[in-house]
């Protein structure tokens, strides 16, 4: 079965892939330098920020 897309869908097609790939490299590099970071927090720090930050929400 063939499928006629316009070119308007392709190109909104084509947009959302580079936005996704965008995003995820922003995220990876995000997660990196947190990483980075929280090397020198001691791990019983760094739990309880976290569970402060739960009990704000």
Known sequence: ?????SIEEILSAVDEIH??????????SFNQSTKKANIDIPKNT???IEEAE???D
């Open 46 to 48: 760094l739990r309880l």
């Open 19 to 28: 936005n996704s790939k965008k995003k995820k490299i922003k995220e990876q």
């Open 54 to 56: 739960k009990s704000k």
């Open 1 to 5: 079965m063939e499928t006629n897309y």
